[in-house]
């Protein structure tokens, strides 16, 4: 497949459309991902996520700025209704993000949240599959940390930042508890507002509860909009990154993310392959009718369409 090629030689109009064409799940997307997949093992996946407002877009802006002059490759991938990315922006950050726009050596896509085959989380999978295969360095993920949506995404990448901020009330109990455990490194953000200390407190008190020193994740404070700490941010990274590999957590993740995605694809099949021989609309209404009626019980009536799959 020569778009396959051209997206592993870094060719941007290439990649652009292998992005859309897995995002849209069109009829090429499974060979084209076939074929990619067997290179796509090799970026680190920083997933960015928490509250709306919190700073996600303006850290990832400064991350990026951080790795391009490192002379890294990234991705970034906007997963967020709210995200400057997806046009909510104010003009600031949106004309912030336009100087990576122009840098081939970024690639930037914010992902539609409605309207995926197999779901948002799938699709984001496979758009990380081909930026991977792409032979970019790293890819950032933001996320808003609300929804099983967002929730099961920022659980499939390498190393998740979860951001916080001062001042919004019980931010740390408002979060799904989800969040909360998958988070590899704490960003305390807007630390130039009051209430960043307390904050810091808060996340230690409750990392105290949690597990024992060695496994419990760094706390980092930044102020996005003035640059400040998010060098030592990537520095809380890459130490993440280098202690997993060491460990065997980042090959562990890796695995059960690669699992998730294998059982999610079987299920999202079997379920389609059903609905397209025995399971159309209206028989699936009539089971219902039956179900309500008590004529059936949910376990015969799934035995019978079974039966009719001949498995
Ligand atoms: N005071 C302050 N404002 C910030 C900081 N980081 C981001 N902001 C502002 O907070 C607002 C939301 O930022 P944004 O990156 O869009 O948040 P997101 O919704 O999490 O992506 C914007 O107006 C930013 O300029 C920070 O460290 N300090
Ligand atoms: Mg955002």
Partial sequence: LSLADDVRAGDVRALARAVTIVEDGRPEAPALLGALFPHAGRALVVGVTGPPGAGKSTLVDRLAAHLRAAGRTL???AVDPTSPFTGGAILGDRIRMQAHATDP????????????LGGLAASTGHVLTVLAAAGKDMILVETVGVGQDEVEIAGTADVSLVVLVPGLGDEVQALKAGILEIADVFVVNKADRDGADRLVTQVEAMLSLAGPDSAR????????????GTADLLAAVEAFRVRAERSGLLARKRRDHLRRQFEGTLQDRLRRRVEETVLGREERERIVDRLAAREVDPFAAVDDVLGKMGW
């Fill in 75 to 77: 991705g970034i991938v």
């Fill in 105 to 116: 050596g970024v690639f930037i896509r914010s992902m539609a949240t409605r309207g995926h």
């Fill in 217 to 228: 994740p760094a706390i980092v404070r930044t102020v996005a909009t003035a640059d400040e």
